[in-house]
């Protein structure tokens, strides 16, 4: 044993789940008398108990001249995880518009609905998982899974008896962040009119009609619209669908927190707080996107659209060279106002810098024999605190302004088309005006530089 430990040594992984035998000395004789208890007893003193390969210890006593170390003797046991929690739908939520050329734009169109006692959805809870084994013997403890973080919101309850979210009235299917909700449904069956005034919901407005000039239309949930949309205002606490478009005449709005899909946009203003599909094209518009602009059949002229990811589109300005800006991580609606911000900070902090100096003086002279000073030392830092909380707000605002759609250095202009001249890209600080016109392109921001590369057939 003492010739065997002088030839050999045993190196554990540091997690201990391998060990493996190497060769320190050459030793014919060693291997003559070396024996399977040897080498278990070997083993052992080096606390490798669990996991040993037969077939190495085999061909260490037997076939010794065929092996090259090192040489894996023993292996642990890894530990399965347990699995995640998940939920199990039973009903569809909003489609996604699949973005295609055959595709039909007014799919879209269908609200998933569910009934009063309908299950929606199942939960599967989450497994332990198995325990493993090091080299050593010693348990290597599992991860349990975690519980899907979902929960019942607005008229939807959970049974115990069988994991299950049921709906407890009927309405729209509805998830929003970790609640899965039933929103009641408004329909109006025609084009909106005096009769039915202007319209706002805590659910889901469907109008089978358009919506016409001077109208405001809210709801905390979606809006879908079976026609077209004039100089009127639309706001969605979830996504808009129009299946016609909106013919703005530069007043008509329509703001969403999450996506829209139109048919077209014409002198309109558009906000959405993820996604814009656009059917046909947009015209003369102001459009701010958090996601991406698809605009894949039509052409983007004028206007400016400030978007926090991608533009897709067939064409991008047009022949006579009309002015059409893309903005990647800039919200044009916000520059000014930002600049704005901007100028009264400076002001206010001049402002502070004069007082301070006002107060400073005031207090070098004899100021508790002469009460009109006492007053005007009390002025002085009433101002003082007015102006250093206006400017604690002002500080904030600039802040949420400058993180709303980030750098867009991870933004991308794609053309299918053409990219005509006079069209301004740009990209945070950086902008490029096209001198001239491309055909299918790629535009996006690399290394500090906004570079055009071909766009590929693929």
């Not at 989450?126 to 050593?136: A, D, F, I, R, Y």
């Not at 009309?322 to 520059?335: A, L, N, P």
Request: with cysteine.
């Amino acid at each position: 044993m003492e010739q065997l430990k002088k030839t050999f040594k045993i190196n554990v992984s540091q997690d201990k789940m391998v060990a493996q035998i190497n060769r320190i000395k050459d030793d014919d004789h060693t291997e003559q008398q070396i024996t399977e208890a040897d080498i278990r007893e070997f083993l052992m003193e080096n606390d490798v108990t669990y996991g040993i390969i037969e077939e190495a210890i085999h061909m260490l006593v037997y076939k010794a001249s065929k092996v090259t170390y090192p040489l894996t003797i023993a292996e642990g046991k890894q530990p399965i995880h347990g699995k995640d929690g998940q939920v199990h739908y039973h009903v569809e939520f909003n489609p996604v518009m699949v973005r295609d050329e055959v595709c039909d734009f007014r799919d879209v169109m269908r609200i998933p609905s569910v009934k009063k006692g309908e299950k929606i959805a199942t939960l599967i809870p989450p497994t332990e998982g198995k325990n493993g084994m090091n080299v050593s013997g010693a348990v290597v403890p599992s991860i349990p899974g975690k519980p899907a973080a979902v929960k019942e919101g607005k008229n939807v309850v959970f049974r115990e008896a069988d994991q299950g979210f049921y709906a407890t009235s009927e309405g729209q299917l509805n998830k929003r962040g970790r609640f899965i909700q039933v929103l009641p449904v408004f329909e109006v069956q025609q084009t909106l009119s005096m009769k039915t005034g202007n319209l706002d919901f805590i659910g889901t407005i469907i109008i089978h009609g358009d919506v016409p000039a001077g109208y405001t239309v809210k709801a905390k949930g979606d809006v879908k619209i079976f026609g077209m949309v004039e100089a009127a205002s639309v706001t969605a606490g979830g996504s808009v669908y129009i299946s016609e478009g909106l013919a703005g005449q530069g007043t008509g709005s329509i703001h969403a927190a999450e996506s829209i899909h139109i048919g077209y946009i014409n002198q309109g203003n558009i906000v959405a707080g993820q996604d814009l599909f656009v059917e046909n094209s947009i015209f003369h518009s102001q459009c701010t996107v958090a996601g991406h602009v698809f605009c894949q059949r039509g052409s983007i002229v004028g206007g400016t659209i400030s978007v926090g990811n991608t533009v897709e589109a067939k064409d991008v300005g047009n022949r006579v060279g009309v002015k059409t800006e893309i903005m990647f991580g800039v919200d044009h609606r916000t520059e000014k106002q930002e600049q704005k911000l901007l100028d009264e900070k400076k002001e206010l902090e001049a402002t502070l810098s004069k007082l301070a100096l006002l107060e400073k003086k005031i207090q070098g002279q004899q100021v508790e024999n002469d009460p009109k000073l006492k007053i005007t030392l009390l002025r002085y830092k009433h101002s003082w605190n007015k102006t250093e909380e206006r400017l604690k707000k002002v500080e904030q605002a600039i802040r949420q302004l400058t993180s709303k759609l980030g750098s867009g250095e991870n933004g991308a202009l794609i053309v299918r088309n053409y990219l005509y001249t006079n069209v301004v890209v740009a990209f945070g600080k950086y902008y490029r005006v096209s001198k001239a016109d491309y055909q299918r392109v790629k535009v996006q921001l690399v290394d500090n530089e906004i570079v055009t590369h071909p766009l590929s057939d693929n």
